[in-house]
Every structure is written in C-alpha cells, then in structure tokens.
C-alpha cells in the first residue's frame, strides 16, 4: 500500500512548480511572498490573490459555490465567506456532497503558539470554523504546533507549551462546543499517541530530504526537526490520527479552514494521502489579516504596533487605530473631497470588512467614502467603535475559562459522535 517510491516522484512536480509559495518573478508586482513564515507585498493593495490561486493550482469561490452552501444549509452564508475573505478552496464540493449524502467529515484547523497573545487575524479562521462547526454538526480538532515555534523561535519547550495553553483559552473563549471539539498540544499529544505517530512515518517515508526542502525553503543550516515537521502538521489531516474520536476509522475526510499560506503542508498532504490509503484533505483559504500600516504585510505578533491583540485596552485600541491605521483618504480635505477615498488600501475600510456583519452599512460606508462625503477620521471612529466591544467580550470570556476547562478540552477522549 505504501509506496515511496511512487510518493516521491508524484512529489517533484510539486518541488518543480515551487510550492514554497513565491509568486515568481514576472507576476504581478515581481515582489509577492507567500509562505508559511512570511508575507510580504509591493503593492498597496496586498497580494494579488488572483494570481495566488492561479500559482498554488487552487480554485476561486465563486458565486456558484456560496449559492450552494446557502442552499445546502438552508441559511445565509457567513459574512467572511459572501465577502470573498475566505477566497479559495480545494474540493470544498466533495464536502458539501458528503454532507447532503449524510456521510461524515471533520474539521481541522490549528495555531502556532508563539505569543501569550493573540491578535485580530488569528480570530479569522476560528470565528469561520466555529460557524462551520455549527452548520454542520461535525467534529473539530485543532492542533497548537508549540513545537514547531520551539524549533523556529528561541523558546524553550516549556514556554512553547505554556504559550499552547495560554492560546487554548483564547481559542476556548470564541465559544466552540466542548462536546465536538478536541484541541492538542503537538508536546503532548504525540508522545500519547501511537496512531499519530504511526501517521508520521508513513509521511516521511514518502517525502525525501530533496523535495521537502523545495517546498519548504529549508537550508542545509537547518535544523533536522525543521525538515521532519510538515509530516507533524499533515497527519493531523487522517482521521486514524484520532482513534478516541473516530473508532479507528481511516476513511473519514477532514475540511481544513486556514491563511491560504499554510497551503504548502497540504498540497504535500493531498499528495502523499491516497498513497497511504487516506482521503485527500479539502482546505478552504482565507486571506490575510492586514497589518495596521498597511496590506503589503499581514498582521504580526512580533511587532506591537502592526497588531490588535485580545488583550489590548479600549485606550489601546483606540490609540493604536489613530496613529498606525493606514488611510485610504486624500493628502487634504479638499484633495480628499473632490477625489474620495481608496477603501482597497485604507485599513480601517479593510479592518470592517471582516468584523461589521451588516452589509448594507458596509456599503453605504464604501460609497460614501468613495464620494469624499465621509473622511478618513470618520472611518478611524467607526473601527474603534466595532473592536473595542469586540475585544473588551473576548476578554470577559476569555476570563471564564479555567485551567480545568481548557484540560478538559485537552484530553484525549470520545466526542459526542458514534462512528
């Protein structure tokens, strides 16, 4: 069944097309970066996610695709997805298909741990798992990869691990349901569990040192447990990965929401996976959170003023909106008047396209700032106005959860679903 030989070679196209993610030379702006680690652009607007998708081989949601998932859930789309924020997918119909053929799927996403504390683009993909966890009534597992920020960052284990839990309570706090959802620390989880691990090998069995370093972008300074962790990140995809929840069923296909930069772990995983006798996971891909100066880079834990974090204060909030917020409105009130705002490069405009839920108020906000009717101060306020609650409830829940609520949510265990 499993064939190394065969992996490896379907792998080198996947080396050869450049899955580390650089949108090569030639493209738009010559200078777009993506991958796991880093995102960077010349232009104003961000990454040009058209060409994006046409590089990573993916497919573009289109109207086609939400008008299905309204129609297979019976309710309005969720406003990230009707919003074109979630962009992207791969055989996100195979999932709706199972769906509507009442077979089971599951859903995975995860976080790297490497700060006591989140910011607003970490909130992206698990405010859109939670709804999808919901509309679908089916299992969740998120992985916290406290190791792979160990091997990248200058932590030691133990803080890794204690970053894991500390992001654990945020997770907890958006308000998954502890009956479908299983989190993991990656230091934890492995060492217990043989499955997972036997999942590992049969990766890296079919992976050699070669390609993953032409995916990833490894050197030879590297570390050896850089090169062994995109089998870590991949395995969580198979459901034999998780005995206690699926019986020890293999056949259970998972649904992956995740920053379109993590692609490159599973296009490697969609390869490799039928190879061992799995299904191909299905991804759908979000765009990224921009930084506070501006889209040509993503929201960044390591730099305090690019980032809104949960544990900022209204004060915080405000001041950091003020001063660093990108604007997209006229050098003066007149230039600004007689031109309108660009809402493609003002942050504020961008900031609300993820968190204002009305879309007729988001409309009429676009217009009117296009018109130079609403200035750029006006835009600030309404921001501040729609994160300071935001935030400020976080925190309030984030508050309830216990050092034994987030073990319970931690423990390997049978969720509420028969298999």
């Known amino acids: 069944m499993e064939d190394p030989t065969a992996c490896a070679t379907q792998l080198e196209k996947l080396v050869i097309d450049g899955v580390n993610g650089a949108v090569k030379k030639g493209d738009r702006g010559a200078d777009d970066f993506v991958d796991p680690w880093s995102v960077t652009s010349a232009s104003a607007k961000g990454v040009d996610y058209d060409k994006l998708i046409r590089r990573f081989g993916s497919s573009k949601i289109d109207k086609d695709l939400i008008d299905r998932f309204e129609k297979v859930l019976g309710q309005p789309a969720h406003h990230l997805l009707r919003r074109g924020i979630f962009f992207s997918h791969r055989d996100v119909h195979h999932i709706l298909d199972l769906h509507e053929q009442k077979k089971p799927f599951f859903l995975?996403?995860?976080?790297?741990?490497?700060?006591?504390?989140?910011?607003?683009?970490?909130?992206?993909?698990?405010?859109?798992?939670?709804?999808?966890?919901?509309?679908?009534?089916?299992?969740?597992?998120?992985?916290?990869?406290?190791?792979?920020?160990?091997?990248?960052?200058?932590?030691?284990?133990?803080?890794?691990?204690r970053l894991a839990t500390e992001n654990a309570k945020d997770i907890i706090a958006i308000g998954f349901d502890i009956e479908k959802t299983f989190i993991f620390s990656d230091l934890d989880y492995i060492g217990c569990s043989p499955?997972?691990?036997?999942?590992?090998?049969?990766?890296?069995?079919?992976?050699?040192?070669?390609?993953?370093?032409?995916?990833?972008?490894?050197?030879?300074?590297?570390?050896?447990?850089?090169?062994?962790f995109p089998a870590i990140q991949a395995a969580t995809s198979f459901s034999s990965s998780f005995p206690q929840i699926f019986g020890g069923r293999k056949d259970i296909p998972c649904l992956i929401p995740c920053a379109i930069d993590q692609d490159p772990y599973f296009r490697m995983t969609r390869d490799v996976a039928p190879r061992i006798g799995y299904p191909k996971p299905a991804l759908i891909h979000s765009s990224f959170f921009p930084a506070l100066q501006g889209a040509q880079t993503k929201m960044s834990s390591s730099d305090p003023t690019s980032s809104i974090f949960l544990t900022d204060t209204n004060a915080k909030i405000k001041t950091k909106i003020n001063k660093y917020a990108f604007s997209g409105g006229g050098a003066t009130i007149e230039e600004h008047k007689e031109h309108g705002g660009d809402c493609d490069i003002d942050i504020s405009y961008q900031y609300m396209k993820f968190f204002l839920e009305d879309d007729?108020?988001?409309?009429?906000?676009?217009?009117?700032?296009?018109?130079?009717?609403?200035?750029?101060?006006?835009?600030?306020?309404?921001?501040?106005?729609?994160?300071?609650?935001?935030?400020?409830?976080?925190?309030?829940r984030r508050k309830q959860v216990t050092e034994d609520k987030v073990r319970q949510f931690m423990t390997p265990r049978k969720l509420k679903f028969d298999y």
């Open 108 to 161: 995975y996403t995860g976080r790297g741990p490497s700060s006591e504390a989140m910011h607003l683009g970490h909130l992206i993909p698990f405010i859109f798992t939670k709804w999808l966890q919901d509309v679908f009534d089916v299992p969740l597992v998120i992985q916290l990869t406290d190791d792979e920020k160990f091997l990248w960052r200058d932590l030691t284990l133990e803080e890794a691990r």
């Open 195 to 228: 499955d997972f691990y036997h999942n590992m090998c049969r990766i890296q069995k079919c992976v050699t040192f070669n390609q993953v370093k032409g995916i990833f972008g490894f050197g030879d300074s590297d570390c050896i447990g850089k090169i062994s």
């Open 360 to 396: 007729e108020r988001l409309e009429q906000i676009k217009k009117d700032y296009t018109s130079g009717e609403l200035l750029t101060g006006y835009l600030k306020k309404e921001l501040i106005s729609i994160l300071q609650p935001l935030v400020s409830s976080h925190t309030e």
